[in-house]
């Protein structure tokens, strides 16, 4: 069912579901950017519209509601473990359809990735729903078309256009109809702003054959990446943590277990016992980070991991742009066949 919401009726909306979810959305943080005098959009909690940023791609994305950059998981002591308590609030993120399709990479590594369900993950998810953002126009860097992540059909409970001066939605869950309908939002067609084009644009090599290890194309990031992993922290499917143990005492006998959040591109990733590492140098480290999204992962699952939300183009202090490492994949590929 589609409505059309002046803000205050939109306003209306946010304020009832406010009652029994946690609002997340894309905000807009004035002067908190990376850079001296430079903003930066990053998830927080909102109450109302006006503190949601619907017109600027989000910087980060909304990946660490779900996978917190640091987690507790567990306290120990000589004979005693307690699971970490987590917010048991329920909460409703709102996302764009490429961070939709995001959503089920890392579900897809958390609870449907062999025999095991992680049981912290499970938690956490169980409590979250979606709203879909539609995207009018495409941002710099996106390339979200040629990933087939540029519309989303289910798995959210309205979608959301944003216009000048009033909302439109169309409303899915069943539950919300009566929210909707008691602010006195006209009912009308809505469909889910999605993007056809964007500027850039990949093609993803259907097989890389092995020989793509060998090729001189990685040698270049031996210089140019500095290996800072900021790619990593910004993109929404990565999923590699490390566990770590804070102690309380000396005796190392009581203390918590941590699930921190890892790069494949910064030192130490690849260290093993006894001091080896594997992937030394930054190049090697990039050829990993991109077979992985755009080959491995799709070997195992059948689809590709990046959603080409461009976002780890967006942040590299070095300008390397993925993008144009999966072109320079794809024409290696053809020049070996
Ligand atoms: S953000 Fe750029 S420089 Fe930093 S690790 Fe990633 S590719 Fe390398
Ligand atoms: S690899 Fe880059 S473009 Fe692909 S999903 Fe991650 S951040 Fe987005």
Redesign the pocket.
């Known amino acids: 069912m589609g409505y059309s919401l002046t803000r205050s009726q939109f306003d209306q909306v946010l304020s009832e579901l406010g009652k029994k979810f946690r609002l997340y959305a894309p905000v807009l943080k004035t002067g908190e950017g990376r850079f001296t005098d430079t903003d930066v959009v990053i998830y927080d909690f909102v109450e109302n519209s006006s503190q949601i940023e619907f017109e600027k791609k989000s910087d980060y994305s909304f990946k660490e509601i779900l996978t917190p950059l640091s987690q507790t998981l567990f306290f120990f002591t000589e004979k005693v473990i307690k699971e970490a308590d987590i917010d048991d609030s329920e909460a409703i993120v709102f996302l764009r359809s490429c961070d939709m399709h995001?959503v089920k990479r890392l579900d897809q590594v958390y609870l449907n990735n062999g025999r095991h369900v992680d049981p912290f993950y499970k938690k956490v998810r169980d409590k979250i729903k979606f709203v879909l953002i539609g995207c009018p126009a495409s941002y710099e860097d996106c390339f979200c078309v040629s990933m087939g992540s540029n519309k989303t059909e289910d798995g959210y409970l309205f979608s959301l256009n944003y216009r000048e001066d009033h909302f439109e939605a169309d409303v899915k869950n069943d539950d919300l109809k009566d929210i909707f309908a008691s602010t006195g939002a006209a009912v009308k067609d809505v469909t889910a702003d999605y993007v056809t084009e964007n500027e850039v644009k990949v093609t993803v090599p259907e097989e890389v054959p092995l020989s793509i290890y060998q090729n001189d194309l990685w040698k270049e990031y031996d210089k140019r990446c500095v290996a800072c992993g900021r790619?990593n922290l910004?993109?929404?499917?990565?999923t590699c943590f490390t566990m770590q143990d804070a102690y309380y005492t000396d005796n190392g006998k009581v203390g918590e277990r941590r699930r921190v959040g890892a790069s494949c591109m910064i030192d130490g990733y690849s260290t093993v016992a006894g001091g080896g590492q594997y992937r030394k140098k930054h190049g090697e480290r990039m050829r990993f980070k991109v077979l992985h999204?755009i080959s491995d992962f799709r070997k195992r699952y059948g689809y590709d991991m990046?959603?080409?939300?461009?976002?780890?183009d967006d942040v590299c202090p070095e300008y390397i742009s993925?993008s144009n490492i999966i072109n320079k994949v794809n024409a290696a590929v053809k020049e070996e066949k």
């Open positions: 995001a790619c910004v993109c929404p499917t990565c999204k990046c959603v080409g939300c461009g976002r780890c993925f």
